[in-house]
């Protein structure tokens, strides 16, 4: 998203002011938010689901239910979360390395 189309959406202006994407625009398909994540050193969904306390066929079926849906929020609470935290990763450009370890 670029700059200057949040003006006139206030919604999408805070989101870029919390380096989020906004909640009604679609992340991409499963490949491209796979692509995105590998971009940023995740070596799989199921590497970025661990990191992030969640099971990696969860995280693939609410890429492949909600990715790309821009008429509504995911339903489940947990399918919300994982699709919140993938737009926090992409758009925050987090990496692997960037986590800490969690012992």
Do not use: C
Request: aromatic residues 4%; hydrophobic residues 40%; charged residues 20%.
């Amino acid at each position: 998203m670029l700059k200057n189309e949040s003006i006139g959406n206030p919604e999408s202006a805070q989101a870029v002011l919390e380096g989020v994407a906004p909640k009604n625009e679609p992340i991409g398909d499963a490949l491209s938010i796979r692509g995105q994540l590998s971009m940023l050193g995740w070596r799989s969904f199921n590497a970025w689901a661990k990191a992030h306390g969640y099971k990696s066929r969860l995280v693939i079926h609410a890429v492949n239910a909600w990715g790309q849906r821009t008429d509504r929020a995911p339903h489940g609470g947990i399918s919300r979360a994982v699709m919140r935290d993938l737009r926090q990763t992409i758009a925050q450009r987090v990496g692997p390395e960037d986590l800490k370890p969690t012992a």
